[in-house]
């Protein structure tokens, strides 16, 4: 692990340095990741900008026009799970996740300080394989009992943003951690991959940021950018966007409520 840096991605040239990369600072109730983590050395990232660049199929099957396999230009994953060991296990907690749960609702309209966004599409799938690529990562979440994985996409108001709410469904936090380090762009193990809606711009070219938590047995992760891959000002913003599409995961909540471990830390 390295602090996150300039990596060289396809329409990212920050001018790096720390008015950049944020320091730490909390939000309200709501934290913000510690020091931004990127992963990753340079002979990686060369590699990452080549296969974008070779790659000319559209995202997925989902619509839009953007690279097929992407990754995000800086990563930084949560493993810590603090408020949800009572749910590390699928074991208590077997109800399937449902769209209408996780996605509907508030969860249809978000809204924080200056950001307001909204659900352009969802899609949740029992086949994990088939919204991701990289064979070890597919081979992991086999391997952790990957049920699940659903993903929204949602676009500002002034369509000036968008991201991707993520959720994995794994049989156990463990599992939950494995996939957070195979997210880890200097592994290559591959990623999830977003979804493109007709209408919406294309997400995945450019300079985008994702922060992967430990929510039990769930991994969430959200993914932002600005629209088209445009480069943010300074890392803090990628940071504000990322906290409001986080805000569906409060499902988990009512999850954790059902087993008795429902207290907000």
Same mark, same amino acid.
């Given at each position: 692990?390295? =602090?996150?840096?300039? *990596?060289?991605?396809?329409?990212?040239? +920050? $001018?790096?340095?720390?008015?950049?990369?944020?320091?730490?600072?909390? =939000?309200?109730?709501?934290?913000?990741?510690?020091?931004?983590?990127?992963?990753?050395?340079?002979?990686?990232?060369?590699?990452?900008?080549?296969?974008?660049? &070779?790659?000319?199929?559209?995202?997925?099957?989902?619509?839009?026009?953007? +690279?097929?396999?992407?990754?995000?230009?800086?990563? *930084?994953?949560?493993?810590?799970? =603090?408020?949800?060991?009572?749910?590390?296990?699928?074991?208590?907690?077997?109800?399937?996740? *449902?769209?209408?749960?996780?996605?509907?609702?508030?969860?249809?309209?978000? &809204?924080?300080?200056?950001?307001?966004? /909204?659900?352009?599409?969802?899609? #949740?799938?029992?086949?994990?394989?088939?919204? *991701?690529?990289?064979?070890?990562?597919?081979?992991?979440?086999?391997k952790y009992g990957?049920?699940?994985?659903?993903?929204?996409?949602?676009?500002?108001?002034?369509?000036?943003?968008?991201?991707?709410?993520?959720?994995?469904?794994?049989?156990? $936090?463990?599992?939950?951690?494995?996939?957070?380090?195979?997210?880890?762009?200097?592994?290559?193990?591959?990623?999830?991959? +977003?979804?493109?809606?007709?209408?919406?711009?294309?997400?995945?070219?450019?300079?985008?940021?994702?922060? %992967?938590? /430990?929510?039990?047995?769930?991994?969430?992760?959200?993914?932002?950018?600005?629209?088209?891959?445009?480069?943010? %000002?300074? #890392?803090?913003e990628m940071i504000?966007?990322? #906290?409001?599409?986080?805000? +569906?995961?409060?499902?988990?909540?009512?999850? #954790?409520?059902?087993?008795?471990?429902?207290?907000?830390?």
């Amino acid at each position: 692990m390295i =602090e996150a840096r300039d *990596t060289g991605s396809p329409g990212a040239t +920050p $001018e790096g340095g720390q008015d950049f990369w944020p320091a730490d600072k909390p =939000e309200g109730d709501r934290k913000r990741p510690n020091r931004k983590i990127l992963y990753g050395a340079g002979a990686a990232v060369a590699a990452v900008v080549v296969a974008v660049a &070779a790659v000319v199929l559209l995202g997925g099957g989902d619509g839009g026009s953007a +690279p097929k396999n992407v990754l995000p230009t800086a990563y *930084t994953p949560d493993f810590s799970g =603090e408020g949800f060991t009572r749910i590390a296990s699928r074991d208590v907690d077997k109800r399937p996740i *449902t769209e209408a749960e996780a996605l509907g609702g508030d969860a249809k309209t978000l &809204a924080s300080g200056k950001y307001s966004f /909204t659900l352009a599409a969802s899609n #949740l799938t029992a086949d994990c394989k088939s919204v *991701t690529w990289g064979a070890r990562l597919q081979g992991d979440l086999a391997k952790y009992g990957c049920s699940q994985i659903l993903r929204g996409a949602y676009v500002s108001a002034d369509k000036k943003y968008v991201g991707q709410f993520i959720v994995v469904n794994l049989a156990s $936090e463990d599992g939950v951690k494995q996939v957070q380090r195979d997210l880890d762009k200097a592994t290559g193990a591959g990623w999830v991959r +977003p979804l493109n809606p007709p209408g919406v711009p294309a997400f995945g070219a450019g300079f985008s940021a994702a922060y %992967a938590k /430990t929510y039990g047995h769930y991994a969430v992760v959200t993914w932002v950018e600005r629209a088209g891959g445009v480069q943010p %000002a300074s #890392l803090n913003e990628m940071i504000d966007v990322s #906290l409001v599409i986080e805000k +569906p995961a409060d499902f988990v909540w009512g999850r #954790l409520d059902l087993v008795g471990g429902g207290k907000r830390r």
